[in-house]
Structures are given as structure tokens and as C-alpha cells.
T-cell receptor, first 112, second 112 residues
């Protein structure tokens, strides 16, 4: 299972764009990249998933370079409510081995 | 996105008693569900993979006789913490697999 590396913490201000980069050098061919958000005492919430290039939805964008050894979650115009821990995971979502190994995540603090 | 529920959301019990936690996928069928444990300020730790109609697969170091998992239907998996002790106090989270993993809100267990 591919290991991921993310910054432990980040600080931002309301209205700014936040980019969180995740390194996954050992990503396998069948692995997808998935990002989750977690608030204290709540289960993780799915944000976005991608395989390559760029993926965009109503809350975030995910940029994946051609070598797929890293990915960047982009949160446009963050607000105080975006203060949370963000996890990057890689795993084979379509195959038999769907286990996700969780790292420490990135604790994002959005300041007024 | 898909919805996963957990019940109860929190439970307090005496040492030595057993506690059952239910995990339900509300709007989809899940052949595979996962159980995690999370201690304060730490990441999620996978405990076991639950497959409908078969025995659960436990991660190394997780006692299968202490953490009983039953996945009797495509929408319900249960985790029973048997003979609970204070060190079992934690936040237990389940997830259900669709295209990706969707997580329940978590169950806070406090063993006195």
C-alpha cells in the first residue's frame, strides 16, 4: 500500500485559496487518489477523488501531474468552517484490495 | 454522496460489559465495510475489513475475539466490543465501500 506524506499543518485566512500537496512516490498503477476532510469527533467526509490530470467538483480541485507521484488539493476561497484535518490517501478503489492506510493528515487552520 | 449511519453516536459503559455498534449504508448496498478506531489527535487506524456473508479480516494486533464483527446483510455491519476495558475507550468509525469509501459519523465509547 502506497504511503503518503503531507504537511502536518497549514495556516490560511478567509477568502484565500489553499493548496495542500501530498507526496505518494510509490503509487501503483491501479491506485486512485482520494482526499477526505475530518472535523473533530466526526467521521471523515469525502472531498474528491482522481486518477490523473485535473478533477474538479463544487468544493475543490485536484491536480495530479503526469507521473502521479504527488497530488495537490486546491480549496478556493476558504472560510472559517474549512478549518479541519485533510487526509490524502491512495488505494485501489476498483480492485479487491481497497484498504486505505491513513497518515497524520494536514491540520488546516483558517483565520479571520 | 452516499450516506452511512452509525448507532449509537456515543455510549458509556462499565468495565467488563459488552457494547454493540451498528453501521448502516442507507442508500446503497455495501459488500465491504471497514471498521476504524481513532484516538485523540491521532489518525484513523484500520481495525478490520468486513465482508457480507463471510468472516471479517482483522489487521495485525487487533484481537478478533474481543472485537466481534458481523456483516449479515448488504446494508448492516456490527462491531461488538466484548468485555470492554477503559483502554478500549476511543472513537470508532465505520465506512462502507461504493465507488469510494463513505464514512459514518462515528461512535464515541467511554468505558468506566
Amino acid at each position: 500500500l502506497a504511503k503518503t506524506t503531507q504537511p502536518i499543518s497549514m495556516d490560511s485566512y478567509e477568502g484565500q485559496e489553499v493548496n495542500i500537496t501530498c507526496s505518494h512516490n510509490n503509487i501503483a498503477t491501479n491506485d486512485y487518489i482520494t482526499w477526505y476532510q475530518q472535523f473533530p469527533s466526526q467521521g471523515p467526509r469525502f472531498i474528491i477523488q482522481g486518477y490523473k490530470t485535473k478533477v474538479k467538483n463544487e468544493v475543490a480541485s485536484l491536480f495530479i501531474p503526469a507521473d502521479r507521484k504527488s497530488s495537490t488539493l486546491s480549496l478556493p476561497r476558504v472560510s472559517l468552517s474549512d478549518t479541519a484535518v485533510y487526509y490524502c490517501l491512495v488505494g485501489d478503489q476498483a480492485g479487491n484490495n481497497r484498504k486505505l492506510i491513513w497518515g497524520l493528515g494536514t491540520s488546516l487552520a483558517v483565520n479571520p | 454522496g452516499a450516506v452511512v449511519s452509525q448507532h449509537p453516536s456515543w455510549v458509556i459503559c462499565k468495565s467488563g460489559t459488552s457494547v454493540k455498534i451498528e453501521c448502516r449504508s442507507l442508500d446503497f448496498q455495501a459488500t465491504t465495510m471497514f471498521w476504524y478506531r481513532q484516538f485523540p489527535k491521532q489518525s484513523l487506524m484500520l481495525m478490520a475489513t468486513s465482508n457480507e456473508g463471510s468472516k471479517a479480516t482483522y489487521e495485525q494486533g487487533v484481537e478478533k475475539d474481543k472485537f466481534l464483527i458481523n456483516h449479515a446483510s448488504l446494508t448492516l455491519s456490527t462491531l461488538t466490543v466484548t468485555s470492554a476495558h477503559p483502554e478500549d475507550s476511543s472513537f470508532y468509525i465505520c465506512s462502507a465501500q461504493e465507488e469510494t469509501q463513505y464514512f459514518g459519523p462515528g461512535t464515541r465509547l467511554l468505558v468506566l
